[in-house]
């Protein structure tokens, strides 16, 4: 059975840093693209990162772009969310996911992807 599981989400204050994190298990994902997804209060899912097999990666450019960096171990099944300059509005239940097949294509949407996890709460207070 494959497990995603998120962890590092906390209270911080705007400005501070944090990094998740997403070990799977069941199966291996190091030729899967990876993503990260968050949804907020009252808000729709929304797209944050992707990285594929070999490390390439796309931000959302409109809201993380520049402060996010998405990492992955391949020889641990994880991937890494390091997230900078924290800002309120990035306050939101984060998401890791997996695409179904190896060497897939970046995807942006949350149809497009197979796996997901229980999410880990980020919350930053201003």
């Known amino acids: 059975q494959v497990h995603l599981v998120e962890s590092g989400g906390t209270l911080v204050q705007a400005g501070d840093s944090l990094r998740l994190s997403c070990a799977a298990s069941g199966r291996t994902f190091s030729r899967n693209v990876m993503g990260w997804f968050r949804q907020g209060p009252g808000k729709e899912r929304e797209f944050v990162a992707t990285?594929?097999?070999?490390?390439?990666?796309?931000y959302n450019p409109n809201s993380v772009k520049g402060r996010f960096t998405l990492s992955r171990d391949n020889a641990k099944n994880t991937v890494y969310l390091q997230m900078n300059n924290l800002k309120p509005e990035d306050t939101a239940v984060y998401y890791c996911a997996a695409r179904a097949g190896p060497y897939s294509t970046i995807a942006d949407r949350p149809d497009e992807y197979l796996y997901w996890g229980q999410g880990t709460q980020v919350t930053v207070s201003s």
């Open positions: 990285i594929t097999w070999s490390g390439v990666n796309t």
